[in-house]
């Protein structure tokens, strides 16, 4: 079916449940390609955060039940078609022991340029780093405004900046009406850095910097049977905070599934390229998958 069409019979039979949204527009990025993964395993799915190396073959993924999985991207003419090399290692606590239950729900992972991980958490609010994949997590302190986060909508999302500083925002903000406060990491402590509009009622779910210095946000928008929308947005940061908002693509309900982790790079010709991932929810009706666009400079 084409997209075009699609788009507009669910429209229609959104009509006819009495459910409301307007069809997007899509935004300048390219559809480069995507890939269905699937792996036998009761470890593998839930699949929240993304980090892909400088040359886009080598990723580092973290799931929300425990896991860091490691392995390599294979493609054809620069599109994705298979995954090789795969690992899986649990995260493990201060005290090197693997996480359990609540403590494991990781959300948002960020990869420094020597190599130390950082892990933000849902549930018990909070970011951790870890020298290498294996290694005993070392804890970073919390901003007060961590406490009072809810249970299922805190720190999703997690970049980090040339300069190595980390930036973190929650899911949702207390009031729909209210913009996204973003907290940084740097020097030994967190600070409200800037704020980001909310538009539309999308949620936000990950976050990367780009080659070129921008913001990257990743967003999705839940549209009950008719599946997950996503969108992301692109801010320059500057002295007077998130600047030069645009909007790089914006997908219908339905055409991918809840895309939750990206990472942001640039191929060997010189094109910027946004890499997502699936977040399953370790449900049979979902699915695991990389979805890849190239955007514009």
Known sequence: MRASLGLSLIAAFAALAGLSFALPAPGPA???????????????GGLSGLELSDDGRRFTALSDHGQFLTGRIERREGTI????????????????RPLVKKARDAEGLAVRNDGRLFVSFEGDHRVWSYA???????????????????????LEALAI??????????????????????YRYADGAWTRAFALPRRGGF???????????RF?????????PFGFASRVRRFTLGPRGAIGEE?????GPGRFDNLEGIS????????????????DNFRSFQRTEFVEFMVPE
Request: glycine share 14%; aromatic share 10%.
């Open 30 to 44: 390219e559809f480069s390609g995507r890939l269905a993964w699937s792996v036998r395993g009761d470890w593998f």
């Open 81 to 96: 078609t298979g995954v090789s090399g795969l690992r899986h290692v649990p995260l493990r606590g201060l005290d090197g």
């Open 132 to 154: 290498r994949i294996g290694g005993k997590a070392a804890r970073l302190p919390r901003h007060p405004d961590f406490a009072g986060m809810p249970a299922n909508g805190s």
């Open 161 to 182: 900046d040339a300069g190595g500083a980390l930036y973190t925002l929650r899911e949702r903000a207390p009031r729909d009406d209210w913009p996204l406060s973003v």
């Open 203 to 213: 949620l936000a779910v990950g976050a990367d910097f780009g080659p070129e210095g």
């Open 216 to 224: 990257y946000l990743l967003e999705r928008r839940f549209y009950g």
């Open 247 to 251: 909007v790089l693509l914006t997908t």
């Open 264 to 279: 942001v790079w640039r191929d060997p010709v010189g094109e910027i390229r946004m890499t997502m991932i699936s977040d």
